[in-house]
Nanobody
Framework: VQLQASGGGLVQAGDSLKLSCVAS????????MGWFRQAPGKEREFVAT????????YYADPVKGRFTISRDNAKNTGYLQIDSLKPEDTALYYC????????????????WGQGTLVTVSS
């Protein structure tokens, strides 16, 4: 499975972005999906995850209420809506896929996209 993340950019604090993650497989509906991010000089961290049918969703505490994860299995695409962006959200955002379930642990994911850069200016 190949994943292609897009939608990042340079924005101002308070702006919104919608990241997309397109999967190369028609069986995308069998995969749980996660979003992770890595800020400069920091380790990669969990952001959000959604199970294969969207029934289970988890968010990291710093993004709760501002980030919304979703998916459209018919389009083989996952999304991360980011509202009220803050400078501390600046990072390379990665999407990842695993069999079926949602997971906060990056070690559970088998497939990773190349990342899309989000830069938030104050």
């Amino acid at each position: 499975v190949q994943l292609q993340a897009s939608g990042g950019g340079l924005v101002q604090a308070g702006d919104s972005l919608k990241l997309s993650c397109v999967a190369s497989t028609r069986t995308f509906g069998s995969y749980g999906m996660g979003w992770f991010r890595q800020a400069p000089g920091k380790e990669r961290e969990f952001v959000a995850t959604i199970s294969y049918r969207g029934a289970i969703i988890y968010y990291a505490d710093p993004v709760k209420g501002r980030f919304t994860i979703s998916r459209d299995n018919a389009k083989n695409t996952g999304y991360l809506q980011i509202d009220s962006l803050k400078p501390e959200d600046t990072a390379l955002y990665y999407c990842a896929a695993k069999a079926y379930g949602a997971s906060r642990d990056s070690k559970d994911y088998h497939y990773w996209g190349q990342g899309t850069l989000v830069t938030v200016s104050s």
